[in-house]
């Protein structure tokens, strides 16, 4: 088995990118889920009810994210590092409410133009301190913007048998994973505990629930039901669907693509 695929979404909903490499960090990996977009109460928002932010692009630069738009490239929005505004904005993301920093007034006017609703681009600063789910909820574990834990794994085998079920194959990015593991059979990932990824260690805490944001297209940002439909048939346990497993690292480290993946007994 081995790590084949790295992705990490610096704003969560937006476009996601792939990395050779990247550091793993408490809250998840480097730059994941690190920056939200929120509207004027301060709520997170996401593709579940704006479909049209899988069309926003993300890109490194050396001086922060570059965002664009999938139809108009060329029209591009930098999201500096070094914030342009630094006001504390109290920020709800699920029943979390916690103190994020808001980055940069034409990037917010940038994002409004785009979503058709007044919105801000706030990031999580080291003073955000958004705590882990229940099954740590006696640890002072931290997790970023991310809806529960720090990463999210899925196997090439278990899309492989989704899109033989499919009448049109999907992308493994619309299921927004952080890890692709290659080498194994379909949902081999169900059942571990732990693994290791190169001298990594990690925890395999849960599986992952989806919801009706694998029926969005991240290329065309349009709906269609199949996929949930799909998983429903047979990925269903009780009121929940799952695909992929939600994973906490043990350990800061550095993941590479083609890492060796291996089973860990000391979890």
């Known amino acids: 088995m081995h790590l084949s695929e790295i992705w990490v979404y610096p704003v969560k ?27 004027e109460k301060g709520t997170f928002l ?11 692009d993300v890109a490194f630069s050396d001086e922060g994210l570059m965002l664009s738009h999938r139809y108009d490239p060329v029209n591009q929005m930098l999201v500096p590092f070094l914030r342009e505004d630094d006001e504390d904005l109290e920020v709800k993301i699920w029943n979390d409410v916690v103190t994020a ?4 007034k034409l990037a917010d006017e940038w ?19 958004r705590k882990m789910g229940s099954l740590y909820a006696d640890t002072d574990r931290t ?13 090439q085998a278990s899309l492989d048998d989704l899109n033989s079920r499919l009448s049109q194959s999907v ?12 080498g194994t059979t379909p949902y081999e990932e169900d059942l571990w505990k732990g693994i290791t990824i190169g001298d990594t260690r990690f ?9 009706v944001m694998v029926n969005i297209d991240p290329n065309t940002g349009n709906k269609s039901p199949e996929t949930l439909k799909a998983l429903m048939g047979y990925r269903k346990e009780g009121k929940d669907i799952f695909f992929g497993q ?22």
């Open 13 to 39: 909903s937006l476009g996601g990118i792939r990395l050779r490499e990247s550091l793993v960090e408490e809250r998840g990996l480097k730059y994941d889920r690190r920056w939200v977009i929120v509207d």
């Open 46 to 56: 996401t593709q579940r009810t704006n479909a049209q932010m899988a069309l926003l």
């Open 101 to 104: 920093r808001t980055v940069s």
């Open 111 to 129: 994002l409004t133009e785009r979503l058709g609703k007044i919105v801000r681009i706030v990031e999580m600063t080291p003073d955000t301190h």
């Open 143 to 155: 997790v970023s913007f991310a809806d529960d834990f720090p990463c999210l794994l899925i196997s």
């Open 171 to 182: 992308e493994m990015k619309r299921f927004r994973p952080n890890f692709v593991i290659s």
């Open 203 to 211: 925890e395999v805490a849960k599986p992952c629930e989806r919801c």
């Open 246 to 267: 939600n994973v906490v690292g043990l350990e800061t480290g550095v993941v590479r693509e083609g890492d060796a993946v291996t089973l860990s007994l000391n979890i």
